[in-house]
């Protein structure tokens, strides 16, 4: 086991009723800059993505391409690691929760609560939402209903779509006896759901009351079987939260699990979109309190990625079961995977919802990408290239005659920058390093290079000038590495620092007078070609 601290992320698992649109991509790509941060600030990342394959909604999408649901399921998982992959998705394991390891887990989870006296056999009588996955009670649908002015109709009080009456016997956890527990956890850790103005909403909603919540289902097959002989199936919610520790080791039975499981549980971060919040701060908290497990540090909720619907005018979430979701591949034809991943995780708001659009995307690309930082790249390049016969200029014995304004904006800078990455405020901290950027780009037009170059005895202030540019380059590389990793690495390479890509000691990278000088530079072509038609 590493001597690191351990830092251990996870995304929601995604339901396998469709391909992964934009919007499931973006839950992935913020825990993948997370993570890549984590890791270059020297902690042991552990970082969890998969696939939520059982519930009705899987079942039901297996059987409408005339497949058995785990056909359907196996048919998919291709096109999820595609995805991952190809968007530079850096997770350390991929969990499916029809693997035994899963089953294996859940069955000890059921044990587990049977034990410690929060489940017991009832009837359920009440509506469930498919696309959502979600029970709702009588009265919370005629209240939604009446307020939405369809009275009378059964919508889904989330989503709004039509529910089905279901009337089983089913197995109940007694979430109703953890709200003074929850409410408890809730004042005394106040970020335990982020961003803040989340944790209200989930006090408000605990504060109402709870109600037991049904876990199995007696009327579908597709769910993993309750180790009680009686033919349910667990509820695809009480199966799903639980892969989070499954994926650790939890309910093995040897010291390197155990072992494990200690030494990554609890997870400190789970990334999720603000539809899931109570199954994670609520359900999922009640269910680890029942069975006398740590908690998880935080719960990050995102807003979503929303489409106009062309009827209404009015802005929808982007979805696999609405019909309106964009694929990533539109976004990765225009401007390649690292502007998407960029855009996607600096332009929208990590709370907030954020309203797909292609031109603001082109604008951002261009602005930020190709007219700031791969134009200060391939500018600052071709003057080393050309000016000290194609190396890097030794850093000059003379430099501190001469005013510094990058050094100055470099001060303190990756620590700026690492208390808003930490913090998930990812477009803060990359407009921190948009600053040096800026500057450098300034600088190339104060200092005039190409005229220093004329004057042999300005030799030094010319080194002077391409070392502070270069220098800039390199730190602005590590920084924006966990957003765009292949550029960065690829900017690092041109000034011979490749071997720096995987630092683990990333405030100490950006320390300003990193670079030796002296080494090969290469400049290559423009890393990111400016888009034209920007409407
Ligand atoms: N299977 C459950 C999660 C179980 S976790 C123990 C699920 N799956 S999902 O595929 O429907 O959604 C997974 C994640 O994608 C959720 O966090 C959801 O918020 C996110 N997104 C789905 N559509 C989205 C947008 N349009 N925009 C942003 N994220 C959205 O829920």
């Given at each position: ?63 409408a391409?005339?497949?058995?649901p ?34 294996h ?17 009832g ?39 039509p ?27 106040p ?59 939890y ?43 740590a ?19 009015k ?32 332009d ?59 050094a ?17 405020a ?31 005895a ?78």
């Open positions: 086991m590493s001597t690191k601290p351990s830092y251990y992320i996870t995304t929601p698992i995604y339901y396998v009723n469709a391909a992964p649109h934009l919007g499931t991509a973006y839950s992935t790509i913020m825990a993948d800059v997370q993570a890549r941060f984590r890791r270059s600030m020297g902690y042991d990342v552990m970082f969890l993505t998969g696939m939520d394959e059982h519930g009705q909604k899987v079942a039901e999408a297996a059987e391409h005339g497949l058995t785990q056909e359907w399921c196996d048919s998919q998982a291709p096109l999820f690691h595609a995805l991952w992959e190809e968007l530079e998705i850096s997770n350390d394991d991929f969990i499916r929760t029809t693997e035994p390891r899963q089953t887990a859940v069955q000890y989870l059921w044990e587990r609560m049977k034990e410690a006296g929060y489940i017991y056999k009837n359920y009588d009440g509506w469930y939402c498919v696309p959502d996955e979600t029970y709702f009670t009588e009265t919370q649908v005629e209240k939604a209903d009446e307020e939405r002015g369809t009275k009378g109709e059964h919508l889904c009080p989330d989503c709004g779509r529910l089905q009456r279901i009337q089983e016997e089913s197995w109940f956890f007694k979430l109703s006896a953890f709200q003074d527990r929850l409410l408890k956890l809730y004042d005394e850790h970020d335990f759901v982020q961003p803040d103005f989340r944790m209200n909403e989930v006090r408000t909603f605990v504060a109402g009351g709870l109600q037991d919540l049904s876990v199995s289902r007696n009327n579908i097959d597709w769910g993993i079987p309750l180790p009680f002989g009686d033919g349910h199936v667990t509820y695809v919610w009480f199966d799903a939260l639980l892969n989070y520790m499954t994926a650790v080791g309910g093995v039975d040897s010291d390197e699990a155990r072992a494990e499981l200690a030494y990554r549980w609890p997870a400190q971060t789970h990334i999720v979109g603000k539809d899931i919040i109570r199954f994670h701060c609520v359900i999922w908290p009640a269910m680890l309190m029942a069975i006398g497990e908690l998880p540090e935080h719960v990050f909720a995102h807003g979503f990625l929303t489409v106009r619907n062309e009827q209404t005018g802005a929808e979430k982007m979805s696999k079961s609405r019909g309106n979701a964009i694929a990533p591949r539109e976004v990765i034809d225009l401007m390649g995977v690292e502007g998407y991943r960029y855009y996607f995780m600096t929208v708001v990590p709370g907030s919802d954020g309203a797909i659009s292609f031109g603001r995307m082109k604008q951002v690309y261009n602005a930020d990408l190709a007219n700031s930082w791969g134009n200060l790249v391939s500018r600052s390049l071709n003057m080393s290239a050309k000016y000290f016969d194609g190396c890097a200029p030794v850093k000059p014995a003379a430099a501190d005659a001469f005013a510094n304004p990058l100055e904006v470099a001060d303190g800078l990756a620590q700026r920058y690492a208390d808003k990455m930490g913090a998930f990812f477009g803060e901290a990359a407009a921190e390093v948009m600053e040096l950027i800026h500057a450098a780009n300034h600088y190339i037009e104060d200092s005039e290079p190409w005229t220093l170059a004329k004057d042999p300005r030799a030094d202030e010319l080194a002077f000038v391409i070392y502070n540019l270069l220098e800039a380059i390199r730190i602005s590389a590590h920084l924006l590495a966990p957003f765009m990793p292949s550029t960065s690495a690829e900017a690092l390479r041109r000034i011979s620092c490749a071997d720096e890509a995987a630092t683990d000691d990333l405030v100490a990278a950006c320390t300003w007078g990193g670079l030796a000088g002296g080494a090969p530079v290469e400049k290559g072509d423009a890393l990111f070609p400016r888009l034209v038609d920007e409407k």
